[in-house]
């Protein structure tokens, strides 16, 4: 069973960055098909962020993301990365990564703890 645990969030401006790490143990990223980054805003519900496929290196990025947000792999350390770039109020919330053992559209049933991003105005 693969352990997922994710680093990085914080307290930031608007319009600041951050770098979020998802780190995997017990198993390797190539064993699984696609990893990906998830948010839940306070009083919302969870909601995809980007998607990459670490057999290919295919990406998807919800429309919320394109242009702002970048996924990244590096499967030899077994670690997804978001880079996340002119962050918004509207960005706050928990972010989580998962994993598939599908393609990018999932299900993804490999989840990690959560890193609080919280970002003020």
């Known amino acids: 069973e693969v352990q997922l645990v994710e680093f990085g969030g914080g307290l930031v401006q608007a319009g600041g960055s951050l770098r979020l790490s998802c780190v995997a143990s017990?198993?390797?990223?190539?064993?699984?098909?696609?990893i990906g980054w998830f948010r839940q805003a306070p009083g919302k519900e969870r909601e995809g962020v980007s998607y990459i496929s670490t057999s290919d290196g295919r990406i998807y990025d919800v429309d919320f993301a394109k242009g702002r947000f970048t996924i990244s792999s590096d499967n030899a350390k077994n670690t997804v990365y978001l880079q996340m770039n002119s962050l918004k109020p509207a960005d706050t919330g928990v972010y989580y990564c998962?994993?598939?053992?599908?393609?990018?559209?999932?299900?993804?049933?490999?989840w990690g703890q959560g890193t609080q991003v919280t970002v003020s105005s």
């Open positions: 998962a994993a598939s053992d599908y393609g990018l559209g999932g299900p993804y049933r490999h």
């Open positions: 017990g198993k390797s990223f190539d064993d699984y098909l696609s």
